[in-house]
């Protein structure tokens, strides 16, 4: 089973900056299934990248992914003030359908 | 307008039975996975397992396995997490979510709230 590992745990910056995110995994990522979530409080999770650079429906083009193998990156270019929040990286695997999330990054106003 | 829309929360107590639903519209039910994903007070996100309403194929996280059971009613789009003996560990945010084959978690639904206290 991978392992994913986020880091920073807490990333602590001001509207306008840029947000740069790192998830690794425990052994490489079949096909580049990685996925990454935002998740504000009292909400559900919303999808915002999948196939590690793809943005989903409706997301933002200050959002983008890049990675391969082990090691991946969520980048937010600005910060615009709804973006504070939780961010998680998600490996996933098509047959049987399998997934694993990392413990998150939250991403807090300084 | 694709929605997955949940039960309400549940306060219950250790050893007793609860199922929680999940019922989708605006796609065809029978096309998508539906995975459930437990959220534990201050904590991430945990798979716990997927279903294929279509049939009815289900496959467990590790994690999971033989704690609770994840089934689907096609007839009436809605699919189910339950548990035959809630513990206070059990105390968490579920979610339902969907995906196609070789995708992630697409749409969610807002959420269940399960309690479970003496």
């Known amino acids: 089973e991978i392992v994913l590992t986020q880091s920073p745990g807490t990333l602590s910056l001001s509207p306008g900056e840029r947000a740069t995110l790192s998830c690794r995994a425990s052994?490489?990522?079949?096909?580049?299934?990685l996925a990454w979530y935002q998740q504000k409080p009292g909400q559900a999770p919303r999808l915002l990248i999948y196939?590690?650079?793809s943005r989903a429906t409706g997301i933002p083009d200050r959002f983008s992914g890049s990675g391969s193998g082990t090691d991946f990156t969520l980048t937010i270019s600005r910060l615009e003030p709804e973006d504070f929040a939780v961010y998680y990286c998600?490996?996933?695997?098509?047959?049987?359908?399998?997934?694993?999330f990392g413990p998150g990054t939250k991403v807090d106003i300084k | 307008e694709v929605q997955l829309v949940q039960s309400g929360a549940e306060v219950k107590k250790p050893g007793e039975f609860l199922r929680i639903s999940c019922k989708g519209s605006?796609?065809?039910?029978?096309?998508?996975?539906i995975s459930w994903v437990r959220q534990m007070p201050g904590k991430g996100l945990e798979w716990m397992g997927s279903?294929?309403?279509?049939?009815?194929?289900?496959t467990y996280s590790p994690s999971f396995q033989g704690h609770v059971t994840i089934s689907a009613d096609k007839s009436i789009s809605t699919a189910y997490l339950q548990w035959s003996s809630l513990k206070a560990s059990d105390n968490a945010m579920y979610y339902c979510?969907?995906?196609?084959?070789?995708?992630?978690?697409?749409?969610w639904g807002q959420g269940t709230l399960v309690t479970v206290s003496s």
């Open positions: 979510a969907t995906f196609s084959a070789g995708s992630p978690f697409d749409y």
């Open positions: 605006g796609y065809s039910f029978t096309s998508y996975w």
């Open positions: 279903t294929y309403p279509s049939d009815s194929y289900t």
């Open positions: 052994q490489s990522v079949i096909s580049d299934y």
């Open positions: 196939g590690t650079s």
């Open positions: 998600q490996q996933y695997r098509s047959s049987p359908p399998g997934f694993t």
